[in-house]
């Protein structure tokens, strides 16, 4: 296999791996910064020495197998054993096993739990909510900043800074890692439920890279957010969130064609959405609605605007089964999904927001309309490097037949998605609009 093979190869599988690393490191040391350098070091070896003796048949426990063995030194030579018997340099001083036998067989354990205190040491009030979700995704997700900053609509090293300084943030405080519980629970589950999201968006729709889709991303988001579903079972919006990527991540079959090209929703064969994950995302909605609806009357929970009115994974959730139940692309009920744009732009003000409402408008009333409302966002500052605007822009133009401007929105579109795929979509329609 070619050096550039085996790289992507090895970038491939650390996509994967990275978060199990870093959970079952930062369990063992107790600092997520070094549990990332750990792992770090363990990818570092792999660029070494796979291009040199070629890719292990368990690329996954290779890995795992090279940051026991720096976590172990790392244990070994730390100023932690002396500081702190109660923990692993306890093992030492006492008949218990050494700290390589324990960290062997915690590495080895099921990593859910570790993945679940991940998220939450991540997302501590310590930090600002950006810096929680920045992080996350980076530890988590073992997306780069580049990512990160595109999915915040953020210059990189704004997001960089913050991910540097929360890592000694949560150092210098000493943060424990644990899920917390009670009112802790509560006060920290609103920035955890946007992790999982951003998470779950970045495997649905890759920003950069060969890829439309990451699916490990996906899966990952799915059983972190049913896992929560489990832990904070009288928080209508965890069933909102879990109802949402149930049913988005039904259209995973149907989004890519055989070529890896991608399909729009409008354009997507629904005979292939997933049945199954259509019901249980549906039940998912009903459970966020009936929780919603037994604590009406009781104090507003944190991950919610009141207890009367829907949080926004909870109105996501109604626009993605609005779609679900429409077997057509042409029984879409377009004014109901207008109308739970209007009540998600309520909640969560965005301009992000208003470029999908105006969509859902175009839809309703007729290309002409959401054209107007898109031209009213081309100003807006948040959305000058967001490849989907004049995306949208360039269909609209198409719709009401401006078509030598409709093919240069698509190319401006083109040169700012980082997704080879979707460039390759958006330069094919530039081509179209071209076409006589």
Known sequence: MEAADTHKAIDAVWRI??????????????DVGVAEDLAADA???????????GIPRNPGAWLMTAAKHRAIDYVRRSSMLDRKHGELGYAVETARPDPAAELNAALDDD????????????????LTTEAR??????????????????????????????????KKTLAKEKVPYEVPRGAELAARLSSVLEVVYLIFNEGYSATAGDDWMRPALCEEALRLGRILAELAPLESEVHGLVALMEIQASRSRARVGPDGAPILLLDQNRALWDQLLIRRGLAALERAESVRRERSSDRPAPARPDGNHRGPYEVQAGIAACHARAREAGDTDWPAIVALYNE?????????VELNRAVAVSMASGPHAGLELVDGLMSVPALEQYHLLPSVRGDLLMKVGRRGEARAEFERAAALTRNARERALLLERARAAAAP
Do not use: M
């Not at 990593?111 to 310590?126: E, M, S």
């Not at 996350?136 to 990160?148: A, C, D, Q």
């Open 111 to 126: 990593i859910g739990d570790d993945l679940l205190r991940l998220v939450f040491t991540a997302c501590h009030p310590v």
């Open 133 to 166: 979700v920045a992080l996350t995704l980076r530890l988590l997700g073992g997306l780069t900043t580049n990512e990160i900053a595109r999915a915040f609509l953020a210059p990189e090293p704004t997001i960089a800074q913050r991910i540097v300084r929360a």
């Open 344 to 352: 998600l732009l309520e909640v969560v003000p965005s301009p992000v």
């Open 43 to 53: 990818l570092v070896a792999a660029l070494e020495q796979w291009p040199r003796e």
């Open 17 to 30: 791996e990275s978060a199990r690393l870093i959970a079952g490191l930062a369990r063992i040391v107790r």
